[in-house]
């Protein structure tokens, strides 16, 4: 069963306007955690935000905020005033317990692509 | 930049070869993780070791293998090649070996990556 999954596989959205992309989980576990990770053009793999099931508050980093919705299983990544170099693979992973370890299970990811 | 390190970052080779590809965590970092990224498989965790040893595994063929060194670098070699193990091999580390505490987590720095092409 996939346990992340992403259902956009492609945006397109103007500059300067917000983006949500969408991301649902499945897990049984009460601990867990869900991250996003941007993929440009070049390959690497860069950490944009972390949401732990149990914190209280949306996670935010600059313009970059989780809409963690947990009876959902939910955990959208809102980027707000797009910009160009936010053209990229967006990949929603979540973090999964291995007997006491850590491995994180990635979604399929959404290409998005900003339009001047 | 993460601070990890991957070498050599494009790779090609033939079917039925050999291959390692070396990774170094960022200084302090005791964990490292493997991951492989495809077309068709999209990005799956092969495999973690934490301070030397094994600690889990992932989706990781029989023909590859891995260990972590003294000083902490691993190196992830594949064996008998096929045309489907072309892919992008990343590899992460973070400090700790993984152990849940409640809701803290700890992030995983990911290296820029071996593409490796097998023809």
């Known amino acids: 069963a996939q346990k992340i999954t992403q259902t956009q596989p492609g945006m397109f959205v103007q500059e300067k306007e917000a983006v949500t992309l969408d991301c649902t989980y499945d897990?049984?576990?009460?601990?867990?955690?869900l991250f996003w990770y941007k993929q440009p053009s070049s390959g690497e793999m860069i950490f944009l935000i972390y949401q732990g099931s149990y914190d209280e508050q949306n996670a935010t980093e600059g313009r970059y905020s989780l809409n963690f919705q947990k009876a959902r299983k939910s955990a959208n990544l809102v980027i707000s005033a797009s910009q160009l170099g936010d053209s990229a693979m967006y990949f929603c992973?979540?973090?999964?317990?291995?007997?006491?370890?850590?491995?994180?299970?990635f979604g399929t990811g959404t290409r998005l692509t900003i339009i001047p | 930049d993460s601070g990890v390190t991957q070498t050599p970052k494009h790779l090609i080779t033939a079917t039925g070869q050999r291959v390692t590809l070396r990774c170094s965590p960022r200084?302090?970092?005791?964990?490292v993780y493997w991951y492989q990224q495809s077309l068709d498989q999209g990005l799956q965790f092969l495999i973690q070791?934490?301070?030397?040893?094994?600690?889990a595994k992932g989706n990781i063929l029989e023909r590859f293998s891995a260990q972590q060194f003294p000083d902490l670098h691993s190196e992830l070699n594949l064996s008998s090649l096929e045309l489907g193990d072309s892919a992008l091999y990343f590899c992460?580390?973070?400090?700790?070996?993984?152990?849940?505490?409640?809701?803290?987590?700890?992030?995983?720095?990911f290296g820029p990556g071996t593409r490796l092409t097998v023809t």
């Open positions: 070791y934490y301070n030397g040893e094994e600690r």
């Open positions: 897990t049984s576990d009460q601990s867990y955690g």
């Open positions: 992460a580390s973070s400090p700790f070996q993984g152990a849940f505490r409640g809701s803290d987590s700890y992030e995983q720095y």
């Open positions: 992973a979540m973090r999964e317990k291995d007997f006491g370890n850590e491995k994180l299970t």
């Open positions: 200084s302090g970092d005791l964990s």
